[in-house]
Each structure stands twice: as C-alpha cells, then as structure tokens.
C-alpha cells in the first residue's frame, strides 16, 4: 500500500462534501477490568488507552467534514465492539485517508482497483466503513458504490482457514505430551506455577488472553459436595453481545483448581495480603529475571505479556509455532470432530454468531458417519430409511434382468450389484449411477449388496475433492454427505435384515 500524500483531496470533494458531527469527548467501553479506564477521551487529536493502544489523529491530512466522518466511525466502533477492534478501526482510516477522501467523487473503477489490491480483512472493513457513511447519510456516498464494493469482494485472493494446519492444532503426540506435563504440580517456591497455570487454563477452557487477564481471586470456585469437590472460575464475557451476564462460569478439573489456589498463596507471599479483587495473574519479572519497575510490578498483567508467556510455555511443551490460539482452535476442532453443535462451540469460545465456528464443522472428515449413527439412535429411523432409501432391500437373484442391475465407478473403484433401477431401459437415469441412486424412490437395494463399500468409496472421494479444493466448504463435496450418510443407513438396515432372517 502506497504511503499517504498530502493535499491529494479533489477540490471539488471540499467543496461539495457537508457532514456535521458533535463529538461527545469521550467514550465509554463496554469490556474493561474494574483498575483500567473505561473512559477514553476523544477531545484531543490522540485519542489513547493505557491498555488498548492509541489512535493519533495528527497523521490526517484530510480536515473539515471527512475527518468528523472518519472521528464518528471510530467512535461507533469503541462504542459497539470491543476496545481494541475499534483502535484497529482508527488506524485503518489513517491507512487509506487518500482513497476514502477522494471516495465521495471517486468513480467505479477506482472502486474496483482498490477492492482488487486489497487483503481480505482490509476490503471487508473498507465496505463496512462505506456502509456506515451511507447508513449516515453523508453526501456523495450512493448506495450503487456500495454495491460494487459488495459484487467485488471475491476479487482479491482470498485465504480460507484450515483448521487443521499445523499452527492451528496439535497432533496427538504433541497433544499427549501437553497432557501428561499437566500431571506434575509445580511447588509454592517454583517460577514457573504461574505460567503453568496460565497453560493449563488456555487448555481446558480456550479462554483468549484478556478473558484470563480478567481473572480475579474472586473468580475461583470452589464447591464442597458428599459426592465430592468441585471447581469452577467465573470467565469474563469478551465479545459476546446480547447476554445479561458479565461472566459465565465454566467448570475445571480439580487439578488446575489446586494450582490456582497454590498461585493464590503464592502470591500473597510475593505481593502481601489483600482483598478478593486481587488479580489471579500479575507481573513480576522480565525476560532476564529482574523485577520491574515498581510501577507495574504486582499489576495486572497486560494482554500481550500474558498471551507471550502462554505461547513460550507452550513452545517448551510441544515444540515451536504454537500460541494461545493454536489451543482454542485445537479446541474446538476436537469438539466438532466429537459431534458437538456450532451452538456449543460458539458458547465455548464466546463468539455471538455461528459463522466464526462452522468451519471446524465443515472440516470434520466422518461427518456422514456422525449423522448415520445419529439416525441409528432414533426410533422413526426405519421409517425414514423407506423415504431416503425408495425401496425395501430384497435378496439378490440370478433371475434379475441385467439391464436393471445398477453398476458404476466411484473413486476409481467399479461399484456392482448393490440393487435394482425400476425405470425402463429406455429411459435410463441421466444422473451420475451410484451416487445418484442411494435416496432415488427408483432404487431397490440388495440384501447381501457391500453398501459399506460404497459408502467408503464415495468417503474416500469426498476427501479428494476437499483436499484438491483446499476449500473446507467445497459444494461439490458437501452435496455428496447425503447419499454417502443414506448408502451407510441402507447398509445397516441389511445387516438387520440378514441377521433376522438366520
């Protein structure tokens, strides 16, 4: 991206652009830890947080009414997301002043050739902060641009996550290996207690690095019962909206409870005693072991020290190129692969909508398997089989015209005898033979058919086109779970019916 120029505005964009905006001078966050600010003064031309970053308005050429336009996006940003996706906001702006300035006169090629040179996350904020002006009602700002920016926003090369990337999750030795560092408690005087704990909780919760920061002595319960002794932490409630709660509690294993309560008097050895509102987490050393200055010593720790020590603890357990996200995404993958709903995993790792987490669903291999065995738990499932499958499977008989015998090639593997097509031979299935027929009411299946072949066959190919793809949400390979999870129910109906029949 080209560095900003000055006095690159149009004139006749100064001169036709009105936008009137009374800035408030200050704004109040929604998430914050009750030492931080939740004030941020906007009257100022650096607008700064002492945890979140700043934004200095003084790297903005651009003055009269686009600059109040830019002033009120970022402060609708602080005010409906969290703190530090609206600092983002901000520096945004500043990065593309020259196009945004020139956008009330621009034309549609020059919407097209920024949209093209533009990364995934820059072109969907542009189109956001475009919406907003339009939402606004600001002069120049037309909804048929907003289109074009919409129509084009498959231009730019676009890097669909893989969820199952190295970086993203960990195989199972390095999996077993993370478990069993968990068994050994580090003693009262050890150094490390409290990077261990900080590891151990980003495991088994998935909490991000400003949920844990949150966590105060308070926020560790501990529940006595016949049965037993049970423990849980309150988490605070990071980005999702539309909850009553600030926190939500989430249960740990009685493991990392007696850690936390060692870290607990750990710390009022190092620090003296206090009130139960004391930080779980604060700072007390440097990389080279010396204490710092006093004046954050004994502090809450900030969010990127915290998500350091959580990635270099993790770097010595399993190796190198692992942080605290490589554990939540590790998370959730397990969770899907187990049959876990989006709604559970989007509860889990506290996002508000389901679209962040449905790729780890997309991305399950035995998705087919998990639905037909889902089936075979349901009581009406042998009367949805006569729905999916058209026909009751019947023996196989030398007799049967080999017109009807159904024969196909999935996968490069010939596929025969699995049933009977009932249309006339003259009107033979224009559809693809095999795949098509599992769910076609024309179709009468063969007791003693190897439908689990099929099944496998057609499986093994799903993967191909997925992996070819590298696209987890392939359509081509997502249209073929039907009748890979039908073949699978119609095989375990035959079993049933051989098993009678003996």
């Known amino acids: 991206m080209a560095t900003a120029q000055p006095n690159t505005l149009p004139p006749s964009a100064t001169q036709e652009f009105r936008y009137c905006f009374d800035n408030p001078g200050h704004v109040v966050i929604r998430t914050c830890h009750p030492e931080e600010s939740r004030i941020i003064d906007t009257r100022g031309t650096v607008w700064r947080h002492e945890h979140y970053g700043s934004i200095d308005w003084r790297r903005l050429h651009i003055q009269g009414d686009m600059r109040n336009l830019m002033q009120h996006y970022v402060i609708h940003r602080l005010t409906i997301s969290a703190p530090r996706t609206g600092v983002m906001a901000g520096r945004f702006l500043l990065q593309f002043q020259d196009e945004i300035a020139q956008w009330p006169t621009a034309a549609e090629a020059n919407f097209i050739e920024l949209a093209i040179r533009t990364t995934k996350t820059q072109h969907i904020f542009l189109r956001n902060f475009y919406r907003f002006a339009l939402r606004q009602q600001a002069p120049g700002f037309i909804r048929p641009m907003l289109r074009v920016l919409e129509t084009i926003k498959?231009?730019?090369?676009?890097?669909?996550?893989?969820?199952?990337?190295?970086?993203?999750?960990?195989?199972?030795?390095?999996?077993?290996?993370?478990?069993?560092?968990?068994?050994?408690?580090?003693?009262?005087?050890?150094?490390?207690?409290?990077?261990?704990?900080?590891?151990?909780?980003?495991?088994?919760?998935?909490?991000?690095?400003?949920?844990?920061?949150?966590?105060?002595?308070?926020?560790?319960?501990?529940?006595?019962?016949?049965?037993?002794?049970?423990?849980?932490?309150?988490?605070?409630?990071?980005?999702?909206?539309?909850?009553?709660?600030?926190?939500?509690?989430?249960?740990?294993?009685?493991?990392?409870?007696?850690?936390?309560?060692?870290?607990?008097?750990?710390?009022r050895l190092l620090y003296g005693s206090g009130g139960s509102e004391l930080p779980l987490f604060r700072t007390r050393l440097n990389?080279?072991?010396?204490?710092?200055?006093?004046?954050?010593?004994?502090k809450r720790m900030a969010h990127d020290t915290l998500a350091v020590a959580?990635?270099?603890?993790?770097?010595?357990?399993?190796?190198?190129?692992?942080?605290?996200?490589?554990?939540?995404?590790?998370?959730?993958?397990?969770?899907?692969?187990?049959?876990?709903?989006?709604?559970?995993?989007?509860?889990?790792?506290?996002?508000?909508?389901?679209?962040?987490?449905?790729?780890?669903?997309?991305?399950?291999?035995?998705?087919?398997?998990?639905?037909?065995?889902?089936?075979?738990?349901?009581?009406e499932y042998g009367e949805l089989l006569g729905w999916l499958s058209g026909r009751s499977p019947i023996p196989r008989t030398s007799t049967a015209p080999a017109a009807e015998v159904i024969q196909g090639v999935v996968a490069n593997r010939y596929i025969g005898n699995i049933g009977l097509c009932a249309l006339p031979a003259p009107n033979r299935c224009p559809k693809n033979p095999v795949y098509a027929c599992y769910g076609c009411q024309d179709f009468t299946p063969f007791v003693d058919g190897d439908h689990a072949a099929v099944a496998t066959a057609m499986a093994a190919e799903h993967l191909q086109l997925l992996a070819g793809s590298g696209n987890t949400v392939n359509p081509i390979a997502v249209q073929n779970e039907h009748p890979i999870a039908v073949a699978r129910a119609v095989q375990t109906l035959c079993d049933t019916l051989r098993k009678a029949a003996r």
């Open 154 to 267: 498959h231009l730019p090369p676009l890097q669909l996550v893989d969820s199952r990337a190295r970086h993203r999750s960990l195989n199972p030795a390095e999996e077993r290996k993370l478990i069993d560092s968990f068994n050994t408690t580090p003693s009262l005087e050890s150094n490390s207690l409290r990077n261990e704990c900080l590891l151990q909780i980003c495991w088994e919760l998935g909490l991000r690095p400003t949920q844990i920061r949150g966590l105060e002595e308070r926020h560790l319960i501990f529940t006595q019962t016949p049965a037993g002794s049970y423990f849980a932490v309150d988490a605070l409630r990071a980005k999702q909206r539309h909850v009553n709660r600030a926190y939500k509690r989430r249960a740990i294993s009685n493991e990392l409870g007696e850690k936390l309560l060692l870290l607990i008097v750990q710390n």
């Open 287 to 298: 990389a080279a072991g010396r204490r710092l200055p006093s004046k954050n010593f004994a």
């Open 310 to 379: 959580i990635a270099t603890t993790l770097c010595q357990r399993v190796g190198k190129g692992r942080t605290a996200n490589t554990l939540r995404h590790h998370m959730a993958q397990k969770l899907a692969d187990l049959g876990a709903p989006a709604e559970v995993i989007a509860e889990l790792l506290d996002h508000s909508s389901l679209s962040s987490v449905l790729v780890y669903v997309r991305a399950r291999s035995d998705i087919a398997s998990i639905k037909t065995r889902a089936l075979g738990l349901n009581p």
